[in-house]
């Protein structure tokens, strides 16, 4: 079983969320989201408006995902890749060249960023 992951926080879920999960999850047969904690977003810098609790039970109800796991920190990735058996790690192209250094534990690939929809953009449009 070829087993992908991918890291984000997936707030507010919008299409090119989905659309990044499903290009996911065409590269294996297995697809593990790494979900960022309430607590990492603190240190990421983001404001998730729904909970870890409740982005993890939206996500895991979408046809794509196959396992949510907490990210709690920046330094967890290899632990993750090696735990879990990854054989794939996958990101939008924001992320470009930020995770080589996981090339020695798995296939690392960045793929392009969906255009025309952002988080930002919703917030914006809706004041
Ligand atoms: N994404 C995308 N197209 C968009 C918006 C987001 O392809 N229009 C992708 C991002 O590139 C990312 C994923 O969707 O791969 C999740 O986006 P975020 O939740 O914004 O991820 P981020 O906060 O950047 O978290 O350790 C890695 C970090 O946790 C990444």
New binding site residues.
Partial sequence: MKKVI??????LL?W??I??LRRAKEMGDYLIV?L?TDS?NRI?H?EAYHSYLHRKLILEAIRYVDEVIP?EN?DQ?IADIKTHDVDVF??????KGE?DFLKPYCEVVY?????????TQIKEDLR
């Fill in positions: 991918t890291y984000g926080t997936f707030d919008h090119g969320h659309e990044l790494a960022s990492f990421k983001k990210e920046w990735k996958v990101m939008g192209d924001d992320w995770f793929l392009p960023r969906t255009d025309g929809i952002s988080t």
